[in-house]
Structures are given as structure tokens and as C-alpha cells.
């Protein structure tokens, strides 16, 4: 079993930044990708940001230039720093973990951003 403990939400004004961390612990053995996902109220669970095991990266595009994902492999952590948020990156943002024959979410972590 994997659990992930996410933290670093919390209110920011527009504009503002945030550092989402999640780390992963229990039985991991071999990590295809680190990522985060977002959900508001009343839509679907998007992808945000996702980092493989060779760095590679790839964003939504409205987060492009203002998000960066990484990742700490020896610590099983990855990152998500927020910079410039907009009122419509409000949402719970989840981590999410895929290693060889599993998928594991974090219990998410709640992000407003509002003046």
C-alpha cells in the first residue's frame, strides 16, 4: 500500500503563490510519474502538472509559465510551486502517484485563491 500526504494549501490573494508538497510512503518500488490534479466544485478532475522518472514534464496549458512541477526521488516527494494564482485555479488539488501495477491519490488539499 501507498499513502500520500499532501500539504502547503491555503487562501492566497490573486496574484499570490503557494508550494503544494506530497509525499509518498509505504510499498513503492518503481515510480512512473509524480503528479497533481485539480478539482473544483461541479467539473471534472483535471490533470495539472505531471513529472516522470526522466524529468520530463508536461502542463495544462493555463498553468504553463506559472506552475512548476519536481520532484525529490530520494525522498519519494514531489512539489508543485503556484506562482500568479488566479481566482480559477480555486479548486482541491490531489497528488497522484503511478508506479508499476498501481495508481494511488492523495486526500487533496484545498487551494483558493480569492481577494
Known amino acids: 500500500q501507498v499513502h500520500l500526504v499532501e500539504s502547503g494549501g491555503g487562501l492566497v490573494q490573486p496574484g499570490g503563490s503557494l508550494r503544494l508538497s506530497c509525499a509518498a510512503s509505504?510499498?513503492?518500488?518503481?515510480?512512473?510519474?509524480m503528479g497533481w490534479f485539480r478539482q473544483a466544485p461541479g467539473e471534472e478532475r483535471e490533470l495539472v502538472a505531471r513529472?516522470?522518472?526522466?524529468?520530463?514534464?508536461n502542463y495544462r496549458d493555463s498553468v504553463k509559465g506559472r506552475f512548476t512541477i519536481s520532484r525529490d526521488s530520494a525522498k519519494n516527494t514531489v512539489y508543485l510551486q503556484m506562482n500568479s494564482l488566479k481566482a480559477e485555479d480555486t479548486a482541491v488539488y490531489y497528488c497522484?502517484?503511478?508506479?508499476?501495477?498501481?495508481?494511488?491519490w492523495g486526500q487533496g488539499t484545498q487551494v483558493t485563491v480569492s481577494s
Open positions: 509505504g510499498t513503492i518500488f518503481s515510480i512512473y510519474t
Open positions: 513529472i516522470r522518472t526522466d524529468g520530463s514534464t
Open positions: 497522484n502517484v503511478v508506479q508499476y501495477g498501481s495508481e494511488h
